[in-house]
């Protein structure tokens, strides 16, 4: 059974970093590609980042150069480090997983940005 656990969101001033990080209940050398979407109230389920590879990944045109995926094979965790954050980055984070054509969805950790 595949469980992925997100962590690591909270309250921080705009400007502030945060990372969040996934861990998979498997290798995450099984999944096909994995990523971070948000959701915000009111607003549709949006792709925030994701990753094929160590090195081939993909980012929301809002989070570039601000946001950074990142995999720990050793650890079977995906991270997602935020920097420069904004009050319109706060949403339920969800970490997503695909393998062998099923989607796996986390629980979601709120992130709050305000001052």
């Known amino acids: 059974q595949v469980q992925l656990v997100e962590s690591g969101g909270e309250l921080v001033q705009p400007g502030g970093s945060l990372r969040l990080s996934c861990a998979a209940s498997?290798?995450?050398?099984?999944?096909?590609?994995m990523g971070w979407y948000r959701q915000a109230p009111g607003k549709e389920r949006e792709l925030v980042a994701s990753?094929?590879?160590?090195?081939?990944?993909n980012y929301a045109e809002s989070v570039k150069g601000r946001f950074t995926i990142s995999r720990d094979y050793a650890w079977n965790t995906v991270y997602l480090q935020m920097s420069s954050l904004k009050p319109e980055d706060t949403a339920v984070y969800y970490c997503?997983?695909?393998?062998?054509?099923?989607?796996?969805w986390g629980q979601g950790t709120q992130v709050t940005v305000s001052s």
């Open positions: 997503n997983a695909n393998k062998d054509g099923r989607t796996y």
């Open positions: 498997v290798s995450i050398f099984s999944f096909d590609d």
């Open positions: 990753s094929t590879s160590k090195t081939n990944t």
